[in-house]
């Protein structure tokens, strides 16, 4: 470590304190004495709303299944890139990133092209089968993995290369096939990695805004998220219940963020 | 014969890691493949443990054809270098897993690794992580997770290669005592011509991807078949154009000794009890000649002085890029 001065240090300090309080802490803080401001009344008056109620339950089902569709995915694809040499390998682990360069309403344009009903690729084909991907859960769960995507096996990747081999191949000597090695050797060493990667895709599943918005059509009571209701609500000058919203939408991060906290020094002490 | 590997060849893009090798490993014996680093050993290791495949050839274990079989019915035990053990389970689980895989009663299972964690003296750290355990200790357990599964053949890659010098020999003298009691036909990966010397009853040398001789540790040490094994078993000079040991030299102040080569002490090099004289003949070749440090007191020797060297009776010499052994005088 390198010896700083004590005016350097609390310089530093300063600035990184009021960094983040100005950029964070402040805007949240003020968005919760608003929610609060009356009282608990936002905060009930938005719990008895069967429109907030349906979008904050059609939020975490199509996290939880685009949670569910990038931990299996994730781990495969980062186990296919870390132990298998194939050609294009170089290449799956660029798109792999994409979804994070690309920004959500892009993505969200780009499904829609693909999967609408009347001129999409596919789309009139699925649409015939009575399958209808554009303005329901379908699309948007395709587009909340697709932005959540990379966050599982950016996780998994580092720790995959980090155990090496030598276990799985220690186990294959021992006599185990590959699916006891992967679940008696593999994932108890991965673990740790996937729990991380599955909290912050599902906080990123439930914060997504911008692809969602435009896969869902944005549906009033049908296909509004959450993050979706709180700009509809804000717009509609309904102040009360697009603050008690968000607080619901805090709230989530801040679970996902202690759940973070208590995983990390547990990974570390390893 | 327990192990046969026939006519196996290994390339890595251009480089040829194993070319054409064929070798045969007798049952019930502890053998040594050594060799330089790069040259090969380690990858045909990983072949008859089914780790690596081979581009061309077979092998077979216990009359059995394992060429396309994959590791996990081998019935090969395979240990690491660097342990390869598991973390997330306790040493007891560790020694188990194989055990576990095979379906055995829960009864049999802990008798067993009981047995193995008596045998590898580590009873009192069962229940304890690997973390916990020191270098030496983890390879014991691997040791003792390989043995589990009574292996047909027990495959060690230079399991000592990771741990001080002094663990080291212990282990060394350990894995032979190990062996006396088990008789599992072992095979193990060293670059430490001592090792491989004083632990295998039979040594494979192997060189930038062949194998360069087969034998027991004295044959090697005796009758080298080329300049190669005779310059990896211990430290080689030349002495009149040929190969000789430096301990093989016998050094005179006078010229008395019929073919004897006259020569002038280049430096006297003092290392512990050794003494490690370099001088250079009138041929201006540069010949070292290692001596007991009162040998070289009794002689006298210093920068300068002039010596008559000559090969001591039944010292092994190889005559120059020839295969040609000839003990002296014999």
């Known amino acids: 470590m390198v010896e700083l001065s004590t005016p350097t240090k609390w310089g530093l300090r300063l600035v990184a304190i009021g960094y983040v309080f100005f950029l964070v802490v402040w805007p949240l803080g003020v968005l919760v004495q608003r929610t609060f401001a009356s009282g608990m009344t936002a905060l009930s008056d938005a719990l008895a709303d069967p429109q907030v109620v349906g979008a904050v339950n059609l939020t975490l089902v199509v996290a939880f299944y685009a949670v569910v569709i990038n931990l299996v995915f994730g781990v495969t694809i980062s186990i296919l890139l870390v132990r298998y040499e194939f050609p294009g390998k170089r290449l799956l682990s660029a798109l792999i990133d994409l979804p994070l360069s690309v920004s959500p309403v892009v993505v969200g344009l780009a499904i829609l092209l693909v999967y609408n009903g009347r001129d999409g690729l596919f789309g009139p084909t699925l649409e015939a089968a009575d399958v209808q991907i554009i303005f329901s859960s379908f699309g948007m769960i395709m587009a909340t993995c697709f932005v959540a995507l990379p966050l599982v096996i950016r996780e998994v990747v580092p720790t995959l290369h980090e155990i090496g081999e030598d276990q799985e191949q220690a186990a294959r000597s021992l006599g185990a096939n590959a699916p006891q090695t992967f679940l008696r050797i593999t994932l108890p060493s991965i673990k740790w990695a996937v729990v991380y990667g599955v909290v912050l895709s599902l906080a990123r599943s439930i914060g997504e805004f911008g692809a969602v918005k435009i896969v869902s059509g944005n549906i009033t009571g049908r296909t509004q998220t959450a993050t979706l209701l709180v700009e509809g609500k804000y717009q509609n000058f309904q102040q009360d219940t697009a603050y008690a919203t968000s607080f619901l939408l805090i709230l989530v991060s801040i679970a996902c963020l202690v759940v973070v906290a208590v995983l990390r020094p547990s990974d570390h002490k390893k | 014969m327990s192990i046969d590997v026939s006519g196996v060849t290994k390339k890595y893009g251009d480089f040829v890691a194993l070319d054409d090798v064929s070798v045969s490993l007798p049952t019930g014996q502890l053998t040594a493949l050594l060799g330089p680093s790069g040259g090969g050993k380690s990858t045909l290791l990983r072949i008859i443990a089914g780790l690596d495949s081979a581009d061309s050839g077979t092998v077979s274990i216990e009359g059995r054809d394992a060429t396309s079989l994959p590791p996990q019915k081998r019935n090969v035990g395979f240990v690491f270098q660097h342990y390869a053990v598991f973390k997330h389970m306790s040493v007891a689980k560790n020694v188990a897993f194989g055990l576990e895989i095979r379906k055995r009663s829960k009864a049999d299972t802990a008798k067993r690794v009981e047995e193995l964690l008596e045998l590898v003296h580590l009873s ?139 020569a002038t002490v280049l430096r006297v090099l003092r290392i512990g009890f050794e003494v490690r004289v370099t001088a250079v003949t009138e041929a201006g070749e540069n010949v070292v000649v290692t001596l007991t440090r009162a040998h070289a007191r009794q002689l006298r020797l210093d920068a300068d002085v002039k010596v008559w060297l000559t090969p001591v009776e039944g010292a092994v010499s190889i005559a120059p890029g020839g295969s040609e052994v000839v003990p002296v005088g014999a």
């Not at chain 2, 599964?149 to 080291?168: M, N, Q, S």
């Not at chain 2, 000079?237 to 040929?242: F, I």
């Open chain 2, 124 to 262: 009192q750290f069962a229940h304890r992580l690997p973390a916990q355990l020191s270098g030496g200790q983890r390879q014991r357990m691997a040791l003792a997770r390989a043995l589990a599964v009574e292996p047909t053949v027990l495959l060690l890659d230079e399991p000592f290669g990771a741990l001080d010098a002094k663990v080291r020999k212990e282990l060394r003298d350990w894995l032979r005592r190990l062996h006396d009691e088990v008789h599992v036909t072992t095979v193990f990966v060293t670059h430490d011509q001592e090792e491989a010397l004083e632990v295998a009853d039979e040594i494979v040398v192997i060189n930038q991807g062949r194998v360069e001789q087969v034998g027991t540790p004295d044959e090697l040490y005796d009758a080298p078949a080329n300049d190669f094994v005779m310059g990896f078993l211990g430290e080689t000079t030349t002495l009149a154009g040929r190969t000789v040991r430096p301990h093989d030299i016998d050094v005179s102040t006078d010229p008395g000794t019929p073919g004897s080569v006259a």
